[in-house]
């Protein structure tokens, strides 16, 4: 048997694009013939999944998709108070596929057959014992030997022959090529025949015009037109207060991730963690500690760079630069939205003009009998603060409309990130009692994004671009009673 690998994903892939391996095999025209797919966590003997898909139409080719299985072995990492670089588990999954294969256990003679005290012998290599119930077909369909054609009992066995239960005298040419199987049609299961391991799949989706291009040689980081698993623009504004989280496939080597602002001052952060997904603090408020002299931002830095360096000298470049500006406009209210991208990141958005809270409060009611009592006169009479209807499960949503301010073409474009992100988290603020103002600690809401319709902006439309968006609040406050 033999098996010829047709298609397989590329070793490092998003979970949610279709990952189809296919192979050929040259026992597919068998009867009950099934490929074989088992999937296993990444060099262990852990099997996460068996297939065992019929041969496709035409082909005959073993196709299974295991973009569905894989995207369940995948979620998202987040620390929202950790501002260093660190290792995201479950943003990636390591997989090995083994392919083999199963038909119906058939053996073909082409030997005479023999005398064997009286009963038949077929002499060809085989598997069976004794008691086993077998068919057998012969090439000439049972013309020339009647009684041996169809079902019978195995009377005696070796690896290298086998008696059925028929009479040597009603055999009338032994030289009649033919065919046994159990009667039982069980199969003959080979697996591993072809292993295709170290495969990895990352939580990202691309674009249904994008997938086609899609080559992972892109995310290796080792050259300066290198990407991050982000959509993020390569060019983005940010206020002071804004948080980024980007992800990046790990190197695992001697990693540099560097900081460079607008007045030529660089840092850096040294990466430790050995997962193959790293992620990385890189937003205006949250990239912590840096190894370097002086300050990232001041009041006189008007934007820094963020690149990968694969190395330990300043200026060498990786991947691609992403550019922060920061966004020092007035705002009229402070809120962003942390939101996860499509490949697998945590951008934000800040919304800084006008915002509007609302809430919708849900109760039950029934009518209760006024019990009231007797009074010194013997009189009934009830007080005044005895209830008649009375409320029960009261429930409180509390929803957000919120506005950004002007953006660019690129920031317009991947607004629609947010709108159709699973996982969102707005950001609330608290601030210290004083005259400036100062924020003093900060928390992060999950949040269910209820916009549904959206455009998408475009500058030969719109020579100034802005987005609204209305949020919920996925949990609701507790009411006493």
């Not at 995201?88 to 294969?101: L, Q, R, T, W």
């Not at 990130?417 to 900060?442: H, N, R, W």
């Not at 269910?448 to 902006?457: D, G, K, P, R, S």
């Amino acid at each position: 048997m033999a098996q010829t690998l047709i298609a397989s994903p590329q070793t490092f892939s998003p979970a949610y694009n279709p990952l189809k391996f296919q192979v050929d095999s040259t026992n597919k025209a068998k009867a009950g013939f099934r490929y074989i797919f088992d999937v296993y966590a990444a060099g262990t003997a852990t099997k996460i999944a068996e297939y065992k898909p019929l041969p496709t139409f035409g082909t005959g080719y073993g196709e299974e998709d295991l973009s569905k299985l894989l995207q369940n072995q995948v979620s998202w990492d987040l620390d929202s108070i950790n501002t260093a670089t660190y290792g995201a588990p479950n943003s990636y999954y390591n997989y090995d596929v083994k392919i083999g294969e199963e038909y119906v256990y058939e053996v073909a003679y082409t030997s005479s057959l023999t005398d064997s005290s009286g009963s038949v012998q077929i002499n060809v290599t085989n598997s069976f014992a004794p008691g086993d119930q077998v068919i057998i077909t012969q090439a000439d369909g049972g013309v020339a030997n009647p009684q041996l054609e169809g079902l019978h009992t195995v009377v005696s066995a070796t690896g290298s022959a086998f008696v059925v239960n028929v009479n040597w005298s009603t055999i009338t040419s032994a030289t009649i090529d033919g065919s046994v199987s159990y009667a039982d049609k069980r199969k003959t299961i080979t697996r591993d025949i072809t292993e295709l391991n170290d495969y990895t799949v990352f939580n990202g989706a691309f674009r249904w015009v994008e997938w086609t291009a899609y080559d992972n040689l892109d995310f290796r980081l080792d050259d300066a037109d290198k990407r991050w698993l982000t959509n993020q623009p390569t060019s983005f504004q940010c206020t002071l207060g804004q948080d980024l989280w980007l992800n990046l496939r790990n190197p695992k080597g001697t990693d540099r991730i560097i900081f460079e602002n607008s007045n030529g001052d660089t840092f850096y952060k040294a990466p430790t963690a050995l997962d193959d997904v790293l992620q990385v603090a890189v937003g205006p408020n949250n990239y912590g500690t840096l190894i370097g002299t002086g300050s990232l931002i001041d009041a006189t830095v008007e934007w820094y760079d963020v690149w990968f360096n694969n190395g330990t000298t300043i200026q060498q470049q990786d991947s691609v630069k992403y550019r922060i500006y920061l966004d020092r406009r007035p705002s009229i209210s402070e809120h962003e939205l942390l939101f996860l991208d499509r490949l697998g990141s945590w951008s934000s958005f800040s919304f800084q003009l006008r915002a509007y809270e609302r809430g919708d409060v849900t109760r039950e009611m029934y009518n209760r009998d006024v019990v009231g009592y007797v009074n010194a006169s013997d009189e009934w009479t009830y007080t005044t603060e005895d209830f008649g209807f009375n409320t029960f499960n009261i429930n409180v949503i509390k929803r957000m409309e919120l506005n950004t301010n002007w953006m660019t073409q690129e920031m317009a474009t991947y607004f629609e990130e947010l709108v159709t992100s699973p996982q969102v988290f707005i950001k609330s603020v608290s601030y210290t009692c004083g005259e400036d103002l100062t924020p003093s600690s900060s928390t992060y809401q999950p949040v269910i994004v209820e916009t549904n319709a959206y455009e998408m902006l475009n500058q030969r439309n719109k020579n100034l671009m802005r987005h609204s968006i209305s949020v919920r609040f996925a949990n609701q406050d507790n009411i006493n009673g």
